[in-house]
């Protein structure tokens, strides 16, 4: 079946530096990419969102790219800061965004050390 | 704000018992779905609605019931518990979000804070 794989499943980085996430999908008709961030005892929460037709898209210290030949997408932070230690998602639409259904990817723990 | 909200944060069940998980949204979301989350393995759907008394399943069905009578409110069924639903089940509902800045208009999924099911 589709499906989403993720990496890596932890990541530990210096407060400043900078952390990448990055997934692959293999449904070629996904055309959505959303990324959640979910804090200890939390529901995810939608942090960035990305569209087929877009190759990147910035948020502040966030940045999401999107490589739709290899079916690859990544998520960027720069200048980490200890709130942003979380389990970062990334997802892709099951077809077309409009069923609403989503695929996650397995989660990375993101440890940010002040 | 949209607002997702869980019956239990933690349940604790014996094996063969049957567990009702129920979700409220007070946004009247059309879709709504059921995930559960596992170390390793993500998010994985287990049942969608996409309106009052329409449910399709996930990929992880087995064992699995829901129930859809009223549109704010879906309900997961474990019909009779088993040790290996020992699991944090997600909630979230799907609507169409304003423009929020950044991140524009468009439909996006919001989650509730969870339940933590041991089945022992």
């Known amino acids: 079946g589709e499906n989403v794989e993720q990496h890596p499943s932890t990541l530990s980085v210096q407060e400043g530096d900078s952390a990448v996430i990055k997934c692959t999908y293999s449904?070629?008709?996904?055309?959505?990419f959303p990324w959640y961030k979910q804090e200890l005892g939390k529901g995810p929460q939608l942090i960035i969102d990305?569209?087929?037709?877009?190759g990147e898209k910035k948020d502040q210290r966030i940045a999401v790219t999107l490589n739709k030949t290899a079916k690859h997408f990544s998520l960027h932070i720069t200048e980490t800061q200890p709130e942003d230690s979380a389990v970062y998602f990334c997802?892709?639409?099951?077809?077309?965004?409009?069923?609403?259904?989503?695929?996650f990817g397995q989660g990375t723990t993101l440890q940010v050390k002040p | 704000d949209v607002k997702v909200t869980q019956s239990s944060r933690y349940l604790v069940k014996r094996t063969g018992e049957k567990v009702f998980l129920e979700c409220v949204q007070d946004?009247?979301?059309?879709?709504m779905f059921w995930y559960r989350q596992d170390p390793g393995l993500g998010l994985r759907l287990i049942y969608f609605?996409?309106?009052?008394?329409?449910?399709e399943k996930g990929d992880i069905p087995e064992g699995y019931s829901v129930s859809r009578e009223k549109k704010e409110r879906f309900s997961l069924i474990l019909e009779s518990a088993s040790t290996n639903q020992t699991s944090m089940y997600l909630c979230?509902?799907?609507?169409?979000?304003?423009?929020?800045?950044?991140?524009?208009?468009?439909?996006?999924?919001?989650f509730g804070p969870g339940t933590r099911l041991t089945v022992t």
């Open positions: 979230a509902s799907r609507g169409f979000r304003r423009d929020r800045g950044p991140l524009g208009s468009g439909y996006e999924q919001y």
């Open positions: 946004m009247d979301h059309e879709n």
């Open positions: 449904d070629s008709a996904s055309n959505y």
């Open positions: 990305i569209r087929s037709n877009v």
């Open positions: 609605s996409y309106d009052v008394k329409m449910k």
């Open positions: 997802a892709a639409s099951r077809g077309s965004s409009n069923t609403g259904k989503l695929i």
